[in-house]
């Protein structure tokens, strides 16, 4: 049974830094691509961060770059997004995903295999 499990949102104020993470189980971790999607009050799924399966290949969308970092350990089976400088926009239901690609990294949500329940983050202003 594949499971992602998130973990480390929470109620932050402007300004602050969280730090999730996503355990994996039930699929070969090193083989996949992983990804962090979000969901705000009122709006759709968006795509926020993804790494490669070798951690050397990243991407995010605009609103985000350079305040936030994912990364992951394979050795552990765990993803992070590193978030820094959280805005109330940030605010959002967060999935962790993985998606089986022959290589890099994709924005694009129907190309992944595997979501997790997702884990709330609020920030307030």
């Known amino acids: 049974q594949v499971q992602l499990v998130e973990s480390g949102g929470g109620l932050v104020q402007a300004g602050d830094s969280l730090r999730l993470s996503c355990v994996v189980s039930g699929i070969t971790f090193r083989d996949y691509s992983m990804g962090w999607f979000r969901q705000g009050p009122g709006k759709e799924r968006e795509f926020v961060a993804a790494v490669d399966y070798s951690n050397t290949m990243t991407r995010y969308r605009d609103s985000v770059e350079g305040r936030f970092t994912v990364s992951r350990e394979n050795w552990k089976n765990e993803v992070y997004l590193q978030m820094s400088n959280l805005e109330p926009e940030d605010t959002a239901v967060y999935y962790c995903?993985?998606?089986?690609?022959?290589?890099?990294?994709?924005?694009?949500?129907?190309?992944?295999?595997?979501w997790g329940q997702g884990t709330q983050v609020t920030v307030s202003g």
């Open positions: 995903a993985a998606a089986n690609l022959a290589a890099g990294t994709t924005a694009q949500d129907w190309k992944y295999d595997y």
